[in-house]
């Protein structure tokens, strides 16, 4: 868990209070100006109450302008990054037809796929000309095609489980499939920290939802045990099921999940695992194969295995790995299943080749490449950060680091001004973060160059300095350790 400098968690309390103080004394004064308007409602009740709204519209829309930027290329390692403008302090953005050309760290392009590929663009082409962008249908009517078959047997190869079901969205794998695999009766236990849509799957269900400190086992082997000693609220009766929710990679601390203890738990209290490797599958592992590999743990302890493809293949959707009656009830039962339209035939054409290169089955090394590429990157970032002094959260092989910003100011000073040089940066604040942490979140390609990374931290150190988002004290270069030692001698 993160710890707040003392003095820091002030500074930032007394900036957001200050910003809630002046809010209020505003939306005051609007509420007695709108008291004389004519009211249009006849009887309606607001829509937007003025508590529901008040973040977006007195925090929110100041800093508008450094969240959903639109892009006008491929997320390549540059893009191109359209400038916009606004005549009513940030409430309205307008498109201009400038563009400027930036350095792109706030992709999920993991392996560099979303770009022109040599080899998975033409057969995702030639795929779009004989299938069509979409199948107009769901996967029980008329939407399934033999790409999503093929789609199903790869990546239930890639992530060694004997089955796979594959769907058009990432998010919805999870809060479409946790309502199927657990209803009232049952338990979920979940990382503290775990994605939105895990937290509204698990919602939907109607089980009962317990949650264990971040990351810890310990703490879950406490949940656990109280859990099971207590049964089902009321009734006191033993749980129908206990599902155990983690991620491979957390997507806003850059955090591996602590997996083989967690497994060695879960194995201990008789619980399913659910792993949700979104961001880890493709991306760290030897040969990309996620976490599991990267920890040394068998597949066959995690019972259902989700991932997307939006990161490591440059496509869309998700999927669900494990047993064959797994897979064949949720085929029966999931609703993005039956209802939802099924995945495109290009992006699942793109998700195929993506996993053939990196297999080495295109006859070529790249994939192994930009494996060993994107954990060198992610490394050496990391260590440079660090280095320079700031506070980056996360752990080695992750290909995602946040930097730590905490104060509301420093938001959209930290993004603006890496955008001016050149830089485009994702910066994260609440509800995504809690209030105080919010960070600047780095993704590191395999597409990036070392030059790039270069250029990278010069910009983040120079706004570093300006913004003051250097927490901890910056370990001396060699040149001046060297200097130093001659001045000894």
């Known amino acids: 868990?993160?710890?707040?400098?003392?003095?820091?968690?002030?500074?930032?309390?007394?900036?957001?209070?200050?910003?809630?103080?002046?809010?209020?004394?505003?939306?005051?004064?609007?509420?007695?100006?709108?008291?004389?308007?004519?009211?249009?409602?006849?009887?309606?009740?607001?829509?937007?109450?003025?508590?529901?709204?008040?973040?977006?519209?007195?925090?929110?829309?100041?800093?508008?302008?450094?969240?959903?930027?639109?892009?006008?290329?491929?997320?390549?390692?540059?893009?191109?990054?359209?400038?916009?403008?606004?005549?009513?302090?940030?409430?309205?953005?307008?498109?201009?037809?400038?563009?400027?050309?930036?350095?792109?760290?706030?992709?999920?392009?993991?392996?560099?796929?979303?770009?022109?590929?040599?080899?998975?663009?033409?057969?995702?082409?030639?795929?779009?000309?004989?299938?069509?962008?979409?199948?107009?249908?769901?996967?029980?009517?008329?939407?399934?095609?033999?790409?999503?078959?093929?789609?199903?047997?790869?990546?239930?190869?890639?992530?060694?489980?004997?089955?796979?079901?594959?769907?058009?969205?990432?998010?919805?794998?999870?809060?479409?499939?946790?309502?199927?695999?657990?209803?009232?009766?049952?338990?979920?236990?979940?990382?503290?920290?775990?994605?939105?849509?895990?937290?509204?799957?698990?919602?939907?269900?109607?089980?009962?939802?317990?949650?264990?400190?971040?990351?810890?086992?310990?703490?879950?082997?406490?949940?656990?045990?109280?859990?099971?000693?207590?049964?089902?609220?009321?009734t006191h009766r033993p749980w129908k099921k206990i599902i155990v929710v983690v991620e491979g990679i957390y997507s806003m601390e850059g955090e591996l999940c602590k997996l083989p203890e967690i497994v060695a738990i879960c194995k201990k209290y008789k619980a399913y695992v659910y792993l949700d490797e979104a961001h880890s599958i493709g991306a760290v592992g030897k040969t990309g194969r996620g976490v599991c590999e990267l920890l040394g743990v068998d597949t066959a302890d995690v019972d259902i295995m989700m991932g997307t493809f939006t990161k490591s293949f440059g496509s869309c959707g998700g999927y669900i790995a494990g047993s064959k009656e797994l897979i064949q009830y949720l085929k029966y039962t999931c609703p993005a299943h039956l209802y939802a339209t099924s995945i495109s035939p290009p992006s699942a054409q793109q998700i195929i080749s993506a996993i053939k290169v990196i297999l080495g089955e295109d006859g070529s090394s790249r994939g192994a490449q930009k494996l060993a590429r994107i954990r060198e990157n992610s490394n050496f970032f990391r260590s440079e950060l660090q280095k320079m002094g700031f506070e980056v959260l996360g752990d080695n092989d992750s290909p995602v680091m946040p930097i730590m910003l905490y104060n509301p100011a420093k938001i959209p000073a930290f993004s603006r001004e890496c955008l001016k040089q050149n830089v485009a940066v994702v910066t994260v604040a609440f509800p995504a973060t809690p209030l105080l942490l919010a960070r600047a979140r780095i993704c590191i390609s395999a597409a990036h160059t070392r030059e790039d990374l270069l250029k990278a931290l010069e910009v983040i150190s120079r706004v570093g300095d300006l913004v003051g988002i250097k927490y901890f004290p910056a370990e001396p270069k060699k040149q001046q350790l060297e200097e130093g030692r001659v001045k000894l001698e």
């Open 1 to 234: 868990m993160i710890t707040i400098p003392y003095l820091t968690a002030l500074t930032t309390y007394f900036s957001y209070g200050l910003l809630f103080a002046f809010g209020q004394f505003r939306d005051f004064f609007r509420k007695i100006i709108d008291w004389w308007k004519a009211s249009n409602l006849h009887g309606y009740a607001p829509i937007c109450l003025g508590l529901e709204d008040f973040y977006i519209r007195r925090l929110y829309l100041r800093i508008q302008d450094c969240f959903g930027r639109p892009i006008a290329s491929a997320p390549d390692a540059w893009f191109d990054v359209v400038e916009r403008i606004s005549n009513d302090y940030n409430k309205t953005l307008k498109r201009t037809t400038k563009i400027c050309r930036c350095l792109n760290l706030g992709s999920y392009n993991y392996l560099g796929f979303a770009a022109a590929d040599e080899y998975c663009t033409p057969r995702a082409i030639e795929s779009l000309k004989k299938f069509s962008p979409s199948t107009c249908s769901a996967r029980v009517d008329g939407g399934t095609t033999t790409l999503h078959t093929e789609l199903e047997e790869y990546v239930a190869n890639f992530v060694g489980k004997p089955a796979a079901i594959v769907f058009g969205m990432g998010y919805v794998t999870n809060s479409a499939i946790l309502p199927v695999l657990i209803g009232k009766g049952g338990l979920i236990i979940s990382d503290s920290l775990n994605h939105n849509s895990i937290v509204n799957g698990a919602r939907g269900s109607g089980a009962t939802v317990r949650v264990f400190l971040h990351n810890t086992p310990s703490h879950l082997e406490k949940v656990l045990r109280e859990q099971i000693a207590e049964g089902q609220p009321r």
